[in-house]
């Protein structure tokens, strides 16, 4: 059985409750036997996969390989999977660098078949590196699985540094920002940009974006949101604003009930 993370409350009191206790619910989860089949599988043959067919022929490795990007549900999409890790990531038309969403860049980098003679599946430590990512991201589901905001906030930090890593201008990483739907419904929602947002210009979309990330953090430069105290605020803000929309700002005494009611699942949990 797949263990279920707890979250005992919405928007920041429960981010706030998932933070303290976020090392102790990951060992739990990576732990349980799902999620233990999963990797024990990749760890033993992934070192047999040679070319992005391969990789593409082992449905349960597969699995694994875009878990660990955000990818699952691109799982069926074999011609587009195939094209984005033949291509590579060294030459400039390569198809993930011609899409927005650098998490695909940052995937096919990883496994190397297009830009390398020799795949980095053969590398001693790729199976840690890959079960790693595949951990943390299959936990954000489970957690978003109960509560979509925390998922988000959990994806803040992994995202903002692939988006770093993958694009080298500030003009870049935001357009990176936009493209990649879980980043940008966090800055949109801690910025306070309006659901007709989307329909503006694009050019007109990134001036909003820096102008209102100056304007509420201090910075428009994407690669200071590594920072944890600004990574912080912009997700309290997200999560305020978050409650705000859907009508939990005005109603007090519901975070601390809920609280008060997940009382025995807190004091079970400390004694992981």
């Given at each position: ?5 707890v979250?005992?409350?919405?928007g920041?009191?429960?981010w ?7 090392d ?16 024990d599988?990749?760890r033993?043959?992934?070192g ?11 449905r349960?490795?597969l ?5 660990a990007?955000?990818?699952?549900a ?11 890790l033949?291509d590579?990531t060294?030459?400039?038309d390569a198809l993930s ?6 998490r695909?860049a940052a ?6 078949f297009?830009?390398f ?9 790729f199976?840690?590196?890959?079960i ?10 489970a957690v978003g ?29 935001w357009f990176?920002?936009?493209g990649?739907q879980p ?8 910025l ?9 210009d ?18 428009d ?6 920072a ?18 859907n ?11 809920t609280?008060?009611r997940?009382?025995p699942?807190?004091?079970?949990l400390r004694?992981?």
């Open positions: 059985m797949t263990f279920q993370p979250i005992p409350a919405s920041y009191a429960g706030r409750f998932l933070q303290r206790t976020l102790t619910q990951r060992t739990a989860y990576e732990q349980s036997a799902p999620v233990q089949r999963a990797t599988y990749f033993e043959n992934i047999k996969v040679r070319t992005a067919d391969d990789l593409l022929g082992d349960r490795l699995e694994v390989a875009l878990g990007f955000g990818l699952d691109d799982i069926n999409s074999r011609a587009f999977i195939r094209k984005v033949q590579g060294l030459q400039e660098n011609r899409l927005a969403d650098k695909y995937f096919s980098e990883a496994f190397g297009g830009d003679s020799v795949p980095r599946t053969v590398l001693s430590t199976p840690d590196e890959i790693d990512r595949y951990e943390a991201r299959s936990f954000e589901a699985a109960q509560d979509d905001q925390m998922r988000l906030a959990l994806n803040v930090a992994p995202g903002l540094t692939d988006v770093v890593d993958q694009a080298s201008t500030e003009r870049g990483q990176s920002i936009m990649n980043l940008r419904q966090v800055f949109e929602t801690a306070g940009l309006p659901s007709s947002f989307g329909s503006l694009i050019d007109k979309q990134l001036e909003q974006f820096q102008d209102r990330a100056k304007a509420v953090f201090g910075t430069n994407p690669a200071e949101f590594l944890s105290d600004k990574q912080e605020k912009l997700i309290r803000l997200f999560m305020i604003r978050s409650d705000a929309q009508g939990f700002g005005a109603n007090g005494g519901t975070v601390a009930l609280i008060l997940a009382a699942t807190m004091r079970q004694g992981f």
